[in-house]
Nanobody
Framework: QEQLVDSGGGLVQAGGSLRLSCAAS????????MGWFRQAPGKEREFVAA????????YYVDSVKGRFTISRDNAKNTVYLQMNSLKPEDTAVYYC????????????????????WGQGTQVTVSS
């Protein structure tokens, strides 16, 4: 059973930056494709970014391309989401997610493709 712990959220002004972290435990981290999702109040949870199990590929939703960067450190069992040029519309609870993957290029971006979820971390961007 995989356990994921999200951290790094907070309050930031528009244009600022935050880095989210997700620490994983339970199985070999390099067997997991990882993703970040977010859920704003009153809205459905949506995909933000994904990274394949050894970092060979990444995938982003259009609204964060050029501003957010997903990365991973397999030695530390941790995935990161660097968020720059933050906007008020980025305000949400951010969740990391994981799924066992065979392909080094697999970057799942569907909600139902993931089996394990973190508890979420709040990101609030003020205008």
């Amino acid at each position: 059973q995989e356990q994921l712990v999200d951290s790094g959220g907070g309050l930031v002004q528009a244009g600022g930056s935050l880095r989210l972290s997700c620490a994983a435990s339970g199985r070999t981290f390099s067997s997991l494709a990882m993703g970040w999702f977010r859920q704003a109040p009153g809205k459905e949870r949506e995909f933000v970014a994904a990274i394949s199990r050894i970092g060979a590929a990444t995938y982003y939703v259009d609204s964060v391309k050029g501003r957010f960067t997903i990365s991973r450190d397999n030695a530390k069992n941790t995935v990161y989401l660097q968020m720059n040029s933050l906007k008020p519309e980025d305000t949400a609870v951010y969740y990391c997610a994981a799924v066992v993957s065979l392909s080094i290029y697999h970057t799942p971006h569907g909600l139902r493709e993931y089996d394990y979820w973190g508890q979420g971390t709040q990101v609030t961007v003020s205008s």
